[in-house]
């Protein structure tokens, strides 16, 4: 009899421990969030990513070319080409710019596949299948970062005034 009441207690405690353990919290300053030195979490958003093409690639797949644009090192998933529930087209800005929803970089081209053709795929194709339907390995003309998506309230707005009144060179040049 005692030697339940003695795993009884035992039990109560590792339950307690696992408990206050799996509520402890972790914040990494690599990971999406960083705590300030006021004692606030700021939750780091993606970059906000607007750029222009040589030609309408707005309704095509974005993969990520090697730096000798030789083969595919990113591509997305089938069910990786949302965002938001919707398909991650991007977002039409003023001048021919586009503002990125997928999460391309420099080393960006577009494949055959239109976003709404890709999703209905029964998988994902390999790497080396995708090369052959590359329609550009070069298609920016320009690309910048303007900060972060979550300092905007009304990113599409507030963008289209930084293009149209000539301020583009407040954001970082990536191209």
């Known amino acids: 009899m005692r030697n ?14 696992l408990l206050f353990m799996s509520c402890s919290h972790h914040v990494s300053s690599h990971g999406s969030a960083a705590v300030s030195k006021k004692g606030t979490v700021a939750v780091n958003s993606p970059p906000c990513i ?6 309408d690639y ?7 070319l090697s730096a000798d644009k030789s083969k595919i090192v990113s591509y997305p998933d089938i069910k990786d080409i ?4 919707k398909l991650s087209l991007p977002t039409f800005l003023a001048n021919g710019f586009l503002l990125d929803n997928r999460g391309i970089g420099l080393q960006v081209a577009f494949l055959e596949y239109t976003y709404e053709e890709y999703s209905k ?5 390999p790497a080396t299948d995708l090369m052959s339907l590359l329609m550009d390995k070069d298609p920016l003309i320009e690309m910048y970062q ?3 998506r979550s300092q905007y309230t009304d990113i599409e707005h507030e963008l289209n005034v930084l293009i149209t009144s000539g301020k583009l060179n407040t954001c970082k040049k990536l191209k």
């Open 82 to 85: 949302y965002y938001n529930g």
């Open 50 to 55: 607007i750029y222009r093409t040589r030609s």
């Open 4 to 17: 339940k009441s003695i795993l009884r207690l035992l039990s109560g405690f590792l339950s307690a421990g």
């Open 146 to 148: 303007c900060g972060r």
């Open 121 to 125: 795929l029964s998988s994902t194709p």
């Open 58 to 64: 707005s309704m095509y797949v974005p993969v990520t």
